[in-house]
């Protein structure tokens, strides 16, 4: 009987030590280099999911709108090292995707978590796809949305979306290397306008992210904008490692992304049973620009990975 009440409670262990309670709050989580904060909404028991914003240097507040997962599930944002209300990041050496790895690493276990979805928008499907080439464990399912899994593709995308702006526009970005010239500035201006986000740049989600964005840190690790690529990702390609994920993928775009929806489909057709979404009438801030398509493709993927495991 002794034995039996031991294997028991350590059965009973295991099992608190998988599925552990994530309650609604926020806080910090020291990592290496500073201190991350992180937002928890939503209770319900189904398997939490793990927001990774995009930039790199950006925040997770253009993210709000998909709070309404926590309707089945914990729903975890975090503005990673650098930006937003976490500490301000000035070493060089941590501006890695490497260093992100490990932080995000710092992340899982400082929550405990055992078992979760990832999901990864833009820089952070780079993050994200890295993560899960070194810590594959406790993730059952991922959503790359609106990815860059390759520089230089996003590249050659970036150089046929400015083909399709109007000439005027195209040549004050074409051949321009001072970045921060007013002519490149509003070429830039127009390219986001397009591709960026449908919604007015100007909205609340918008000025919240431009108060928290690092530049510093985008800039050292992408370039000046977002179809100029100068920094320590712009031979980033794990193309060749997409077919070495075994876990159920959902891949997004906007269709009008800067992540071209051809490209997507091309990743997606690496992966194994991976699926593709294409979110209407959306630029790469489909959380922003058709919420409600968004949210329900995200959702109803992450439900049905709930069924099947």
Not at 231 to 241: A, I
């Amino acid at each position: 009987m002794r034995n039996l009440l031991f294997i028991g409670f350590c059965l009973l262990a295991a099992a608190c030590k998988q599925s552990p309670s994530l309650h609604p709050g926020e806080g910090f989580i020291p990592v290496k280099g500073g201190k991350v904060w992180y937002r928890i909404v939503g209770s319900g028991d189904k398997t939490p999911v793990l927001l990774l914003h995009g930039g790199p240097g950006a925040t997770s507040y253009y993210l709000n709108p998909m709070q309404s997962l926590g309707e089945d599930r914990p729903v975890i944002f975090f503005d990673q090292l650098g930006c937003g209300r976490s500490d301000k990041l000035t070493d060089t050496t941590l501006m890695t995707t490497e260093a992100y790895v490990e932080q995000l690493e710092q992340v899982r276990k400082a929550l405990g978590l055992e078992s979760f979805y990832l999901y990864g928008h833009s820089w952070g499907t780079m993050l994200g796809m890295d993560y899960y080439l070194k810590y594959p464990n406790a993730i059952k399912a991922m959503v790359i949305a609106s990815p860059c899994l390759s520089a230089p593709l996003w590249q050659k995308d970036a150089d046929t979306l400015i083909a399709a702006l109007p000439d005027s526009i195209q040549k004050l970005i074409a051949g321009n290397t001072n970045y921060s010239s007013p002519e490149y500035q509003r070429g830039m201006a127009v390219y986001y306008q397009h591709y960026m986000s449908r919604t007015p740049l100007h909205s609340p989600a918008m000025d919240s992210v431009e108060k928290g964005f690092a530049m510093n840190v985008y800039e050292f690790m992408w370039g000046p904008s977002e179809f100029t690529a100068t920094g320590n990702l712009k031979t980033y390609d794990r193309v060749p490692d997409l077919p070495k994920i075994t876990v159920p993928v959902l891949f997004t775009a906007g269709q009008y992304d800067e992540a071209r929806p051809s490209t997507v489909k091309f990743y997606a057709s690496q992966v194994p049973g991976a699926r593709v979404e294409i979110i209407s009438t959306s630029g790469h801030m489909t959380m922003l620009d058709n919420t409600s398509e968004n949210n329900r493709a995200v959702s109803n993927f992450l439900r049905e990975m709930d069924q099947s495991n």
